[in-house]
C-alpha cells in the first residue's frame, strides 16, 4: 500500500448533494478515487454498496475480470439494495506493455474489468432504474481516452471504449430519466500512480516537466477528493441537465497543445 492510499474521511467529503434515500453501487470502492466517492455519498446519505476485488466484510467481493462471477453477483446487489439510483464505474487497472510484444493477458484483463464490466454492470442495472424513471451512471474513465501515451495501449484502448459507451448508452436511457456521464480524471495521487514499484509522481518527468515547467498548469496531482466531488455532482439531482458527457479533471493538462 503506498503513501497515497490514505482513507479518506467523511470531513473531508462534506457533500453540497441530498443522496438520502438514494441506493448507489460504486465499483472499485475500496481504494483511492472510488473509496473517495463511497465516502462522499454516504456522507451525503446514500446507501453503498461497495463491489471490489478487496472488498470488507459490508462489500460485494466479486473480481470484475470474471463475468460469470459479475453476473452473479447481480441480483446480490439487487436484492440486497432492493434496486439502484447511481452507479459508479471506477474499478480500474494499468499495465505497461509495448504494442509489438503486447501482454495479451493483461491486454484482455484491463478490457475486462476497464471497459467489459462497467458496460455488463450498466446492462444490468440500467433496467431498474429506467423502470423507476430515474438514474445518474457515472464511469470514471481518464484523459487516456482521448491522448494517447507509449506502453498504455490496453488502458487507452478501455477508456477510449467507456467514454463511447457512455455516449451510447446516454441516448438510449434519455427518455428513461436515467443520465449517463464520464469523468476524466488527469493524475490523481493512489496507489495506481505506482507502476512497476515506481510512483510516477515522485518520478523526474513529472517533478521536472509536469511541475516544474508547468506542463501540468495546477503543477500536482488530484487528490481523490477533488475527483470524487465531480463524480457526486453527476450523480446527484442537480445533475438534471448532463447527460452524455466526459468531463475532464486533469489540473488544465489537457487544455495545452
Ligand atoms: N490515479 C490516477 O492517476 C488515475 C487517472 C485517471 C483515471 N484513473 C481511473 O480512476 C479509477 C480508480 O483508480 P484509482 O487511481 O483510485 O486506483 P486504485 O488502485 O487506488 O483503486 C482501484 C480500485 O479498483 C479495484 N479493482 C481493480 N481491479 C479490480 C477487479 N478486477 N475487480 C474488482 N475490483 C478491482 C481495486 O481493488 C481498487 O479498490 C480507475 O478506473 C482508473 O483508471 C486514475
Given amino acids: 500500500m503506498s503513501d497515497h492510499d490514505a482513507q479518506p474521511s467523511a470531513a473531508s467529503g462534506a457533500s453540497a448533494y441530498d443522496f438520502s434515500g438514494r441506493r448507489a453501487v460504486v465499483t472499485g470502492g475500496s481504494h483511492g478515487i472510488g473509496a473517495a466517492i463511497a465516502v462522499l455519498l454516504r456522507a ?36 440486497r439494495l432492493g434496486s439502484v439510483d447511481v452507479l459508479v464505474n471506477c474499478a480500474g487497472m494499468f499495465v505497461a506493455s509495448p504494442v509489438l510484444d503486447l501482454d495479451l493477458a493483461a491486454y484482455d484483463r484491463t478490457l475486462a474489468v476497464n471497459l467489459h464490466a462497467p458496460v455488463i454492470l450498466m446492462r444490468s442495472l440500467c433496467g431498474p432504474m429506467s423502470a423507476q424513471g430515474y438514474g445518474r451512471v457515472v464511469n470514471v474513465t481518464s484523459i487516456h481516452a482521448r491522448l494517447s501515451e507509449p506502453m498504455s495501449l490496453a488502458y487507452d484502448v478501455s477508456k477510449g471504449g467507456l467514454e463511447a459507451a457512455t455516449r451510447t448508452a446516454a441516448l438510449e436511457l434519455a427518455d428513461h430519466g436515467v443520465l449517463v456521464n464520464a469523468v476524466a480524471p488527469g493524475f490523481v495521487a493512489t496507489r495506481m500512480s505506482v507502476v512497476d514499484g515506481e510512483d510516477e509522481l515522485l518520478g523526474v518527468p ?15 496531482a488530484a487528490r481523490p477528493e477533488e475527483i470524487a466531488h465531480v463524480v457526486a455532482f453527476l450523480a446527484s439531482e442537480q445533475n438534471s441537465y448532463i447527460t452524455g458527457q466526459a468531463v475532464t479533471v486533469d489540473g488544465g493538462l489537457s487544455a495545452r497543445f
Fill in 44 to 79: 451525503a446519505g446514500a446507501q453503498v454498496l461497495v463491489l471490489d476485488l478487496d472488498a470488507g466484510p459490508e462489500d460485494v467481493r466479486v473480481d470484475l475480470a470474471d463475468r460469470s462471477a459479475l453476473e452473479a453477483a447481480v441480483p446480490q446487489v439487487l436484492s
Fill in 206 to 220: 513529472f517533478t521536472d516537466v509536469y511541475i516544474g515547467q508547468g506542463r501540468l498548469p495546477l503543477r500536482r
